[in-house]
């Protein structure tokens, strides 16, 4: 069965500094991957997903990731940060059915 | 932009009742979800719909829950009976197509708590 690991439950970073958030996914087969974002109070917004093709791909609000099947990776990065990315964040896979798991989250927060 | 939308946003009810959620998904979508959060917890599969019919269901949707989609536009979530582990934010999802090729596209959720 499919299933999602983000390693890291809390990240704090400055402002302008650079952003990697860790996503391991466990699925025999190519997996279909996202990445969402949760800002307080807020449902769950779509930032990029992986389907097939480039394993680099770009999404919303300058945010990139790259898919590594050899590690079974899916990290989230943004090389320069602003405060209003501070929320919650979420990694998840499709295998063959018609559930999106989802890791546990990692919670962003900005110090200016 | 097109949006998933739910009411209402907050719920609260005595244990033992019932309740309804409600989502308008988006209008061309075909596919229907619901996933729940416990407070502090990841968010979990319920259930998928398309077809007028479940397709898949997690453990979680035993018994006292159920969904419809009444009239073309609606697409709502029962709880029969509710207890208070079914206290949570749940959200509604619509997506095209299947998940394996079209995002889902998510509400703002219902914070249900359950007293």
């Known amino acids: 069965a499919q299933s999602v690991t983000q390693p890291d439950i809390h990240i704090t970073v400055s402002e302008g500094a650079s952003l990697e958030l860790r996503c391991n996914y466990s699925y025999g087969a190519t997996p279909y991957l996202f990445w969402y974002v949760q800002s307080p109070g807020q449902g769950l917004q779509l930032l990029l997903k992986?389907?097939?093709?480039?394993?680099l791909v770009q999404g919303i609000k300058g945010f990139e990731a790259e898919f590594k099947r050899s590690q079974s990776s899916f990290n989230l990065r943004k090389p320069s940060v602003h405060w209003s990315d501070a929320a919650e964040y979420f990694c998840a896979v499709v295998g063959n059915t018609d559930k999106l798991i989802f890791g546990t989250g990692t919670r962003l927060q900005v110090f200016p | 932009e097109p949006e998933v939308t739910q009411t209402p946003s907050h719920q609260v009810t005595q244990m033992g009742q019932e309740v309804i959620l409600r989502c308008v998904p988006i209008?061309?979508?075909?596919?229907f979800y619901w996933y729940r959060q416990i407070l502090g917890q990841k968010v979990e599969f319920l259930v998928s719909f398309y077809n007028n019919e479940i397709s898949e269901k997690s453990e979680i949707f035993d018994d006292q829950f159920s969904v419809e989609r009444p009239d073309g536009s609606n697409f709502t979530l029962k709880i029969r009976s509710t207890k208070l582990e079914d206290s949570a934010m749940y959200f509604c999802a619509s997506s095209s197509g299947p998940p394996n090729n079209s995002p889902l596209h998510f509400g703002n959720g219902t914070r249900l708590t359950v007293t």
């Open positions: 992986y389907f097939s093709g480039d394993t």
């Open positions: 209008s061309n979508h075909l596919y």
